[in-house]
């Protein structure tokens, strides 16, 4: 029976549900994706959330992605990004995000499969950094389930994505991240975000694949961001045994146009 999955990335939401962020409804959007989602066919059996979830890094805007998650889904995870705030992370979602001082990750078994979000949060830097401790945590997760086909779960991803303004704001330590892959061949995919549109690369033996944002889009080359007029989207990751599959899917038509100005 497949498992499906539903990746949402990089929302950027605001406090107030009407607020815009560079020209974009943000929330809007966000409620726009999942309901053309809910419409294209079955349901999900998880939603991961790839982080860059409160723009303002406000508690009241993770209180109300918390009511919309809780509205729409049974069953949701979530990693921070770099505008993200673990403090209210684990204040609001106390249940899926721990009350440590730690990162805030996760590792659960589904379908026969692996899941483990990375938490790749450098306060203070738009950069990444996974850190000596969760790498050592995830070599002991791999380490439990060599035989259990693995997905990762990242917020920024782990290899060059070509594009040189978000090169420069990558994930520091990617080669201690790609050596720890290395040495488990059951890590098949890894998810991530940040760069605010489609990519597809490979860490060792495992594919690297990137998620559009729920609200901008970002051109996928150049020295700076420049917003790309493509509607926003999502994810969609089906597991089917050992196999895989996944695609974007994307609202049909831009509803709200970014200010390149802004």
């Known amino acids: 029976?497949?498992?499906?999955?539903?990746?949402?990335s990089d929302p950027h939401l605001l406090s107030e549900p009407d607020a815009l962020h560079r020209a974009v409804p943000v929330y809007r959007s966000f409620r726009h994706v999942i309901r053309h989602l809910e419409e294209q066919g079955p349901g999900f059996d998880r939603v991961i959330l790839t982080g860059d979830l409160a723009h303002d890094e406000k508690r009241e805007t993770y209180e109300l992605l918390r009511r919309t998650l809780v509205e729409k889904f049974l069953n949701?995870?979530?990693?921070?990004?770099?505008h993200d705030s673990r403090d209210f992370m684990r204040q609001v979602f106390p249940e899926i995000c721990g009350t440590g001082r730690d990162r805030v990750n996760f590792s659960v078994e589904a379908a026969g499969w692996k899941l483990v979000g990375l938490d790749s949060h450098l306060p203070g830097s738009v950069s990444g950094r996974v850190g000596r401790r969760q790498l050592e945590w995830l070599r002991q997760e791999l380490d439990a389930s060599p035989g259990a086909p693995t997905v990762l779960f990242i917020h920024h991803p782990p290899v060059p994505v070509g594009c040189p303004w978000l090169d420069r704001i990558g994930l520091e330590d990617a080669?201690?991240?790609r050596l720890v892959v290395a040495e488990a061949p059951q890590v098949q995919l890894v998810l991530c975000g940040h760069v605010h549109h489609e990519f597809r690369g490979r860490l060792g033996e495992a594919e690297v694949l990137a998620a559009p944002s729920t609200a901008i889009q970002f051109l996928p080359r150049g020295e700076s961001p420049v917003f790309d007029p493509i509607p926003p989207g999502a994810r969609i990751l089906e597991l089917d045994g050992s196999r895989w599959r996944t695609r974007v899917v994307r609202l049909p038509e831009l509803i709200w146009v970014p200010d390149r100005d802004a």
């Open 175 to 177: 080669e201690h991240l």
């Open 76 to 82: 949701f995870r979530i990693i921070p990004g770099n």
């Open 1 to 8: 029976m497949t498992f499906r999955i539903l990746q949402l």
